[in-house]
């Protein structure tokens, strides 16, 4: 499972979902989409 998050740590959320023994295989916190979607080229349509 991926979560999506605001801007807090992938390490606080990862250690945060662990606390309640949910395993996640990936987080993506609002400074990694912002990174994305800046490299990004596509225009809105």
Do not use: E
């Not at 959320?13 to 916190?29: A, P, S, T």
């Not at 609002?30 to 994305?36: C, N, P, Q, V």
């Amino acid at each position: 499972m991926d979560i999506y998050s605001s801007f807090r740590s992938k390490w606080y959320i990862y250690r945060l979902f662990w606390l309640y023994d949910v395993h996640l295989d990936g987080v993506i916190n609002g400074a990694t989409h912002k990174s994305i979607a800046d490299s990004s080229k596509c225009s809105p349509c």
